[in-house]
């Protein structure tokens, strides 16, 4: 039965290819993906997925805390997401960018009083 890992800590410079041939010493490797963001540069972390559950289990015994391109890398069991509440977008923000504050305001805004203030006695 195929079993997924979860590969952590990796150099960002790792590729699909080299994690796929890193785990194959251990067995068939079904899938192994680099996680990217989506500029394309790697996050530091993937998934790889093996034929047998011996054959994962051999290479996360071997490979977990191992040094791999000048990184220790974590190898364990991927877990299933944990579902999560939907984002509550109300943190006090959205506003928007930058907010100019002074001039151009409304009767409470003491710039504007000044102004008309100013008008009033030209």
């Known amino acids: ?11 960002y410079a790792v590729t699909e290819k080299e994690l796929n ?16 963001r989506p500029d394309g540069r790697s996050k530091g ?3 790889v997925e093996m ?7 051999a290479a996360i015994e071997k490979l ?7 990184r ?7 877990r299933e997401m944990e579902k999560r509440p939907p984002r ?3 943190n006090g923000g959205g506003r928007g ?14 710039n504007y009083k000044l102004r008309q203030l100013r008008r009033k006695f030209k």
């Open 51 to 57: 034929a047998e559950e011996d054959q994962a289990a």
């Open 21 to 36: 041939e890193l785990f194959a010493e251990f067995g068939e490797v079904v899938d192994a993906k680099v996680i990217t």
């Open 45 to 47: 972390f993937g998934f």
């Open 97 to 110: 960018g930058y907010r100019r504050r002074e001039g151009g305001g409304g009767s409470d805004d003491l």
């Open 1 to 11: 039965m195929k079993k997924r890992m979860y590969v952590g800590n990796l150099n």
């Open 64 to 70: 977990n805390q191992s040094e791999f391109m000048e």
């Open 88 to 90: 509550d977008n109300d």
């Open 72 to 78: 220790t890398m974590v190898v364990n069991e991927a």
